[in-house]
């Protein structure tokens, strides 16, 4: 759930002002249309990014070395879950890197950052998009739609905080 975060609303609006227009780049439609596993398969193999679905203590996590790229992704999730993890990894590629050295960026673990509010923004966006906020209720999503709750309200906060 994305929670207030330590910077300003403008200070994270123009972090995110930045990272929109990259998502807006990947010429997928996020945030247009909901994004699925295809995409992210699709979106990964254009990127160079090898992912692999294995069992793990943790959701899942992206990490670079030696310059390749790679995302984890614990294959005991079942949808929409596995697909929010996905896009959120993605996200950390695709905002944070390329960092120096060996990084790693583990979904669920540790405390709340400005990357990771960035990554669960990505994530919520691609699987949520603008116009099923604009044009369905809370219980529709949530009924219809089969978004867990807690996404759908992560999803209406960050529309209603930055309008995207």
Known sequence: MIHCCPYSISGRSQNMHFSVQKFVDLKCRWNE????????????RRHKITVQEMPLSVSGFYYSMLGRHYIAINSKLRPPQKLFVMFHEFAHYL????????????HGI????RKEIEADSFAVCALIPKPMVENLTVQELIEVEGMPEDLVRQRIELYQSLSI
Do not use: K, M
Not at 37 to 43: A, G, I, K, V
Not at 95 to 106: E, K, L, S
């Open 33 to 44: 249309r909901p994004l699925g596993e295809s995409d992210f398969y699709r979106l990964c």
């Open 95 to 106: 905002i944070h890197a390329p960092d120096r050295g060996v990084t790693a960026n583990f």
């Open 110 to 113: 540790g405390r709340r950052t």
